[in-house]
């Protein structure tokens, strides 16, 4: 039978082992977590738990699923770890991995697959699930702590690569305004708006075009977001008409996601998609150390996928 394992960190250390499997793991329901409580399959330092036994920092809990009760989707666990220093692991994600459990992915996932080698593992930033390229992880508390800061204060510089449909030609810098997208019917899309409007964030990029792919129509592009807002450069890139290629969501069709829900990644969806995924790829990310004065500006290694369209694209890329 299979056991899977979490180590309970902040933010759940002082929290009620309800509250922490509803919270992480919401693929199941608060009454089936009850259910799973009540038939032993929870456990915190190899005993049975209660749904309101408060846990440790430090502390195991195991969770012995029901067998058939979720499939969970294969994913890619290619990840590599670029660079490691005392404090943090500088991660290259694959393309079709998430970062942490959420919905119907349990165990695999990157953070999983991370804390099999590492006891602490803190996720510092977040990408998309289908976005691949450099993702932080803090090996310590204090670590987090310090480099959130400087996200926060948007003195991390982030770049991205993305392959887009059309001819991408100026360079640009957006301005405005990002939030939910009332209008349509998948509740967790964000619009990108010139205007203000109700709960929306302001956000800023910049898109500098790279490369052109005549015969495929689509173009390479380097962005540097200066905001990081949930979705920034996906809903961007639709606002101004160059959808990332294999963005279902985003894409030039917003039933795509509708239909990819319903009946999966079929031949004519893959052939209007241009491709299994969404072509954003965090291709670099520095800061300044100031601890100890030093320029930290750490890159991913080459794309396949971006190479199959461009070719050597890591000559030109900065």
């Known amino acids: 039978m299979t056991v899977y394992k979490s180590l309970i960190r902040y933010p759940y250390t002082g929290k009620t082992v309800y509250f922490f499997l509803t919270t992480k793991f919401p693929y199941h329901e608060p009454e089936e977590w009850i259910f799973l409580l009540e038939a032993g399959r929870v456990k915190v330092q190899g005993i049975v738990a209660t749904p309101h036994l408060v846990l440790k920092e430090g502390d195991t809990l195991t969770y012995e699923p029901i067998p058939g009760r979720i499939e969970e989707p294969e994913v890619d666990t290619n990840y590599t770890i670029l660079k490691?220093?005392?404090?943090?692991?500088?991660v290259d994600k694959p393309g079709n991995l998430p970062m942490h459990p959420a919905g119907r992915y349990r165990t695999r996932t990157l953070l999983n697959l991370l804390e099999k080698t590492y006891s602490i593992a803190i996720p510092v930033h977040r990408l998309d699930r289908e976005t691949s390229g450099i993702v932080i992880f803090a090996k310590t508390e204090e670590g987090r702590t310090w480099l959130q800061k400087k996200f926060e204060s948007r003195v991390v510089?982030?770049?991205?690569?993305?392959?887009?449909?059309?001819?991408?030609?100026?360079?640009?810098?957006l301005e405005g305004f990002m939030g939910k997208d009332l209008d349509s019917a998948i509740r967790k899309k964000m619009k990108f708006s010139s205007s203000e409007f109700a709960d929306a964030k302001s956000v800023s990029t910049s898109f500098i075009p790279l490369n052109f792919n005549e015969s495929q129509n689509i173009s390479l592009v380097l962005v540097r977001p200066i905001t990081g807002r949930i979705h920034q450069?996906?809903?961007?890139?639709?606002?101004?008409?160059?959808?990332?290629?294999?963005?279902?969501?985003?894409?030039?069709?917003?039933?795509?996601?509708?239909?990819?829900?319903?009946?999966?990644?079929?031949?004519?969806?893959?052939?209007?998609?241009?491709?299994?995924?969404q072509l954003l790829h965090a291709h670099s990310i520095s800061y300044l150390d100031d601890r100890v004065g030093e320029e930290v500006r750490i890159k991913a290694n080459p794309l396949a996928e971006i190479e199959s369209f461009f070719p050597n694209y890591k000559d030109y890329v900065p």
Do not use: C, H, W
């Open 157 to 173: 510089k982030k770049e991205y690569l993305a392959v887009v449909r059309g001819y991408f030609q100026k360079e640009v810098t």
């Open 233 to 277: 450069i996906r809903a961007s890139f639709l606002y101004l008409g160059f959808p990332i290629l294999g963005d279902k969501l985003y894409g030039p069709r917003e039933t795509m996601f509708l239909d990819f829900v319903q009946t999966g990644l079929t031949n004519s969806l893959l052939a209007e998609l241009g491709f299994e995924r």
């Open 84 to 90: 490691e220093t005392e404090d943090f692991l500088f």
